[in-house]
């Protein structure tokens, strides 16, 4: 659009031209040469060519990448993957495969934690949480027998606070705890032992108490530590963040050699980083998988979703992963590379053509051989040139 911009007036004022000189300086017939000369200079300039050299690319690219797994919503996003130098990435279902696991179950010192797994797995049966799906299913392959909890009460980032009979169940983080005033005693350090090895630790209290203490692993997935070395190979920045608490996150951040970490991050804090980064001067793309996510992919020169999320990061991304595989990031930008190398190669010889073409269709044959470009051969040059 913006070569469109200079070339169309620019060939407009040479037909004028032509037009001039040969119906004032031309041999005679003189408005018969000028108009000739003229439509010649429109026809052979004619910019056929140049509004192929990116549409064409561009849909080429787009085919190619469904077949590679990649899909883009615009021609934006191809063009922009290969401006990208920070890469943000959500963990769960991003560098991980987004299938909790129930790992430790314990409780305070005289506790059951049998009855611990049975209030969490109880109140947890009302959230569509991932953490929330890996306790309930790991209370089952236990054999606890879940009951039904008579509120809920999910609170973002933080956790969920129900009645499951009698009590009043509090399961979450560190600071669902301390903002309900809750002292873990020994669980403290038990649960910084197990975050500090990659775990989401989860502290339940029933009355106010502490009762005991949960923690949830998902693996990272097979292909994340390739896809994060090529990425560094091509001089990305990668940053994590992750609403795990900050020393989980740091562990999965060490494992894969992230540039930088930031955990305990609520999902509005997500837009915060990327517009920090973006106030850097850097062009971010933002890799997650959901609903908490959506606002930062909106915000994100790039927004990347994983194919196995909710539909509502998909809906808010440029780009959609189908295999929910980070190396779909790495063909993602190898093929971003590309389309535009093509696109630059068609734009320049769209104007190799007609720094040709149109001095031809104008003048420049006349004074050397006495001949003139007749419109005919003006529209055969213009075809072959699209060709």
Not at 11 to 17: L, P, R
Not at 135 to 163: M, Q, Y
Not at 229 to 250: F, K, P, Q, W
Request: glycine share 12%; charged share 20%; net charge negative.
């Amino acid at each position: 659009d913006s070569v469109s911009g200079w070339f169309v007036p620019a060939v407009m004022a040479i037909a004028i031209a032509t037009f001039a000189v040969w119906a004032t300086f031309g041999p005679p017939p003189r408005m018969a040469y000028a108009i000739l000369n003229a439509v010649a200079v429109l026809i052979i300039a004619c910019p056929c060519a140049l509004g192929l050299a990116t549409p064409i690319s561009i849909l080429v690219a787009t085919g190619r990448g469904a077949m590679a797994g990649v899909l883009f919503r615009n021609a934006g996003a191809i063009e922009l993957m290969e401006q990208v130098d920070t890469l943000v990435l959500d963990k769960t279902g991003t560098l991980t495969e987004g299938r909790p696991r129930l790992e430790v179950v314990e409780a305070v010192p005289g506790g059951d934690p049998a009855e611990v797994l049975r209030l969490a797995g109880t109140l947890e049966r009302g959230s569509e949480h991932p953490l929330a799906s890996a306790i309930v299913e790991g209370a089952r392959d236990r054999g606890v027998a879940l009951g039904h909890h008579e509120s809920f009460d999910s609170i973002t980032g933080r956790g969920v606070v129900g009645r499951v009979g009698d009590f009043e169940v509090i399961l979450g983080n560190l600071r669902l705890r301390e903002d309900r005033g809750v002292d873990p005693g020994g669980l403290a350090e038990r649960a910084d032992a197990l975050r500090a090895e990659g775990h989401t630790a989860m502290f339940v209290a029933v009355d106010g108490t502490a009762a005991g203490l949960l923690s949830v692993t998902d693996p990272i997935k097979p292909t994340t530590p390739e896809a994060i070395e090529r990425l560094h190979r091509e001089g990305i920045r990668i940053v994590l963040v992750s609403g795990d608490s900050r020393a989980t996150a740091e562990a999965v951040g060490r494992r894969l050699g992230i540039d930088e970490v930031l955990g305990d991050v609520l999902p509005d804090q997500k837009v915060e980083v990327v517009r920090r980064l973006q106030d850097e001067g850097r062009t971010v793309a933002m890799a997650g998988d959901g609903i908490n996510d959506a606002p930062a992919l909106a915000q994100a020169q790039v927004g990347i979703a994983m194919g196995t999320g909710t539909d509502v990061a998909m809906e808010s991304a440029d780009v959609t992963l189908v295999k929910g595989d980070l190396l779909g990031i790495v063909r993602a930008r190898a093929l971003g590379r590309a389309t535009m190398r093509n696109v630059r190669q068609n734009l320049f010889f769209a104007f190799v053509y007609n720094a040709i073409g149109v001095p031809v269709a104008a003048v420049a044959l006349y004074p050397i051989a006495g001949v003139l470009l007749s419109p005919m051969f003006a529209a055969a040059a213009m075809s072959l040139s699209s060709i």
